[in-house]
């Protein structure tokens, strides 16, 4: 800091720039050196002033901050900087009706500053923390008021000066009595800690006694520290009293017990809504947005507890199962693997078979589309003793005997074939009994090239169907043409443009029917 009476280095606007740089930093001590400088140069200027103000009030010179508040609004009653100062500096004085005075001047004159509404808030609560709320508060004149003077005199007897202690009075302070530690805890919370920490090393005598690389006494820091958390703790409990603090606790803990009666219904419809929503959006061709709401809901779900969330585990499953199924669309196979065995190793976890069964089905589709047969069809056989219905096993004795077709073994394909074929009789299933004959064609079709015998086989039966099926008459194309079994069944092929195993496909499934070839469907 410059000397008295000298003209500090440096102009107005660079001291002030630097003391904000320093007061952003914490160098409160620097800055107010800086801003002090600055106000050498521009005695009365009114935005340093406050900026000195807010200096000393964060340094807890809440005297000093309100002088300089106050002669920063001495030529300028509107100023806006000013108001808000000092309602602040009076906020934190614990005077809270003149700084809600103050905040409303503010907000008045500047109504889109959110600054002077937020002030005018929470000066009104602080307020209502030391009185009471006004609709609470019944009052009755049953009795004379004596009372009421007597309490006012004992008040002003007991109250203690604002006054600055010297180094001695400090001293003497460790022999005061202190406030109820309990009482003391809830209005410092964390810093109690700190507080304590500090009184422990007023015992440590030597080290009161030394001084810091500045000359300053650790004694006087340790006491500055002390009396800085006693005013804290004395504006908080004029803030929110312990009465309101037990007030508010009490309403949370309520409001917590209401809640918690009123969250099983809801936690019900929000899971319901959510699993309608994934679905909706992976059957409407939006995989990413199943997939994102998906892995949201599984987040929320695996915060709650176990006792709020019905089927927990069987929830968190089925929400892996959905993002397997969300990724396998979007075409993410190895991420659509890792969900669904996620899905079955929590299935196994749990003793989940539905869930297994579940898994184990997503799993073999995923390593059937990205050409991995043998793996899928290991993955199906496990499920095969978990089918629960004809249909089900139709399906998977036809997607296994696909698997097999894929990897060129013929005989496998066919068995597998009959076996979707007799699931599909049982259940009554027409498509499903197109769909094996289909793959029981292919598979006879792959062998007919390496068996000779199968191959004798398979030309009796066209023979047998040829005869049995089509009746080349005027509407066949054979037109009444003395032409072998093979030249019709070809013609007739080609008038329906269809391949031979789809032919032959095409007659099983109309012997099935009891149709006749000529007016089927196709």
């Not at 998906?294 to 089925?318: C, F, S």
Request: hydrophobic fraction near 35%.
């Amino acid at each position: 800091m410059a000397a008295a009476g000298t003209v500090p280095a440096g102009t107005f606007p660079s001291l002030m720039a630097e003391g904000t740089l320093l007061c952003r930093r914490g160098e409160y001590g620097k800055a107010l050196a800086c801003f002090n400088n600055a106000l050498k140069l521009r005695a009365g200027d009114k935005h340093g002033l406050v900026a000195r103000s807010k200096c000393y009030l964060k340094l807890g010179d809440t005297e000093n901050a309100l002088k300089d508040a106050e002669a920063s609004l001495q030529n300028d009653k509107t100023f806006s900087k000013g108001l808000y100062q000092k309602a602040e500096t009076l906020y934190t004085m614990g005077d809270f009706e003149f700084a809600l005075v103050f905040y409303h001047r503010g907000y008045r004159l500047r109504p889109e500053l959110q600054k002077f509404r937020l002030g005018i808030e929470k000066s009104q609560e602080a307020i209502i923390n030391c009185i009471g709320s006004p609709s609470s508060v019944k009052l009755e004149n049953k009795e004379d008021l004596c009372f009421i003077s007597r309490q006012a005199e004992s008040k002003h007897t007991t109250q203690k000066p604002q006054i600055k202690l010297t180094k001695d009075q400090k001293w003497t302070r460790k022999q005061e009595p202190v406030r109820n530690p309990k009482t003391e805890r809830q209005l410092l919370g964390e810093l109690y800690a700190d507080k304590a920490y500090l009184e422990k090393l007023l015992k440590d005598e030597d080290l009161m006694e030394s001084s810091t690389k500045q000359g300053i006494k650790v004694a006087d820091l340790v006491l500055s520290g002390i009396s800085y958390l006693d005013t804290r703790s004395d504006f908080w409990q004029q803030q929110k009293p312990i009465y309101a603090r037990v007030r508010e606790r009490k309403l949370r803990q309520q409001r917590w017990i209401r809640d918690k009666k009123r969250n099983a219904a809801e936690v019900g419809r929000y899971i319901v809504k959510s699993m309608e929503d994934i679905d909706m959006l992976l059957t409407g061709d939006s995989p990413e947005e199943s997939c994102k709401k998906a892995e949201r809901v599984l987040k929320t779900i695996r915060g709650w507890p176990d006792n709020e969330v019905p089927n927990k585990k069987e929830l968190i499953g089925n929400l892996y199962s959905c993002i397997g199924n969300a990724q396998l669309e979007m075409g993410q196979m190895e991420a659509a693997l890792q969900s669904h065995k996620m899905d079955l190793e929590f299935a196994r976890q749990n003793d989940l078979p539905d869930a297994v069964s579940r898994a184990l089905d997503n799993i073999g589709r995923v390593y059937a589309r990205i050409g991995k047969f043998q793996q899928a069809i290991d993955t199906w056989e496990k499920k095969i003793p978990m089918a629960k219905s004809s249909l089900e096993k139709t399906w998977l004795f036809h997607e296994i005997g696909r698997c097999y077709l894929e990897l060129n073994k013929a005989e496998a394909a066919q068995n597998y074939g009959q076996k979707s074929l007799q699931s599909a009789d049982e259940e009554g299933d027409a498509e499903w009994q197109l769909h094996a004959t289909v793959l029981v064609a292919q598979a006879q079709g792959k062998g007919i090239t390496t068996n000779f015998a199968l191959r004798m086989e398979t030309a009796c039966l066209f023979s047998i169907l040829v005869k049995t099926f089509l009746p080349f008459n005027s509407q066949s194309n054979c037109s009444g043409q003395d032409l072998s079994l093979e030249t019709c069944l070809i013609n007739y092929c080609c008038s329906l443009g269809l391949g031979l195993t789809q032919m032959l496909s095409f007659v099983c499934y109309s012997k099935i029917k009891g149709l006749p070839v000529c007016n089927h469907p196709l």
